[in-house]
């Protein structure tokens, strides 16, 4: 299997000039978004808090997370992005494709929209 990428903004709200653009890792089986500390520092997106997350390794670690505008593929969500340590890669996690409804299609690991977000 290959890996996706996608081309991701990250704004600390709709008004600000500053940003964060990058080439991102889509990652389903994060939750959360993820991107190096001193870039989001620099996007002028704040800390808002601390949670433990549990990587691929099994072990569990502690990263600040701030909320920012997440902007991909011409659609636009909100969500929790994780302050990862520098340098590490931009991860896009799943909340981010799914508010959006965006999917990975297991074939071809290539992004596709789905017709219709579930509300049930």
Do not use: C, W
Request: hydrophobic share 40%.
């Amino acid at each position: 299997m290959g890996l996706t990428h996608v081309t991701v903004t990250l704004r600390p709200n709709e008004k600000s000039r500053k940003k964060f653009e990058a080439k991102f890792l889509v990652d389903t089986g994060a939750t959360d978004s993820m991107a190096p500390a001193s870039k989001l520092k620099q996007a002028g997106i704040r800390k808002r808090g601390r949670m433990a997350y549990q990587l691929a390794n099994g072990s569990i670690v502690e990263y600040d997370f701030g909320l920012a505008e997440i902007e991909f593929m011409g659609e636009i969500t909100s969500g929790r992005v994780i302050f990862g340590p520098d340098p590490s890669e931009p991860l896009l996690g799943v909340t981010a494709l799914e508010s959006v409804g965006v999917t990975v299609d297991p074939a071809t690991q290539r992004l596709k929209r789905l017709p219709a977000i579930s509300l049930k």
